[in-house]
């Protein structure tokens, strides 16, 4: 199990609803998976530096979580899926995750 | 008249000096400092930056250009577009 992040940059006419299932998708998945969300990290809207899908703002969303090295692919094939997330970029910060008793 | 020789202030790498400084991609007001107004990266030679900390740096600014926190170069820059239309 290692120590995962995600950077995600959502389309800002999602709304806050359509945000928080995507994110409980997200985290049902790395839970499924046998990993931990350790933090969700919202940004808020944000200019962008040049215009993605012809819009010049986003809302950036970062997940921290543990997940074997394995179920990353799976977690990045559903994050391609969601029609709200522009782009994304996974970070490995640690190589050992220290699991929480939940 | 005698004029004194011109010496340039010498170059440290602010990354070894100063700990505290976080080499991210998150941070994109930084990195800025480490690029042309063009969005180039600037060289070792001219910024000082260690070998060590300018490769950390290569690669942080590389994953924000891609998340869209720095642009690649001027013309795509948000900035630039408002003044142009």
């Known amino acids: ?102 | 008249m005698v004029f004194k020789k011109f010496t340039p202030r010498k170059k440290f790498c602010r990354f070894c000096a100063n700990g505290d400084l976080q080499l991210t991609y998150k941070n994109p007001d930084l990195l800025n400092d480490f690029v042309t107004d063009r969005g180039k990266i600037l060289a070792r030679r001219i910024t000082g930056t260690c070998a060590k900390h300018q490769r950390q740096l290569t690669r942080e600014i590389k994953r924000a250009r891609q998340m869209a926190l720095m642009y690649y170069t001027a013309t795509h820059s948000t900035e630039v577009r408002k003044k142009t239309v």
Do not use: C, H
């Open chain 1, 1 to 102: 199990m290692k120590k995962y992040e995600t950077l995600l940059l959502l389309d800002p006419e999602v709304g806050s609803e359509g945000r928080q299932t995507l994110l409980d998708k997200l985290s049902g998945i790395v839970q499924r998976d046998g990993g931990q969300v350790a933090e969700v990290d919202d940004w808020g809207q944000k200019q962008l530096a040049y215009p993605v899908r012809k819009v010049t703002r986003g809302r950036y969303v970062r997940l921290e979580y543990g997940l074997p090295e394995e179920k990353v692919s799976e977690l990045e094939r559903n994050i391609r899926m969601a029609d709200e997330v522009f782009k994304f970029l996974t970070v490995k910060l640690e190589d050992e995750f220290a699991q929480e008793a939940s």
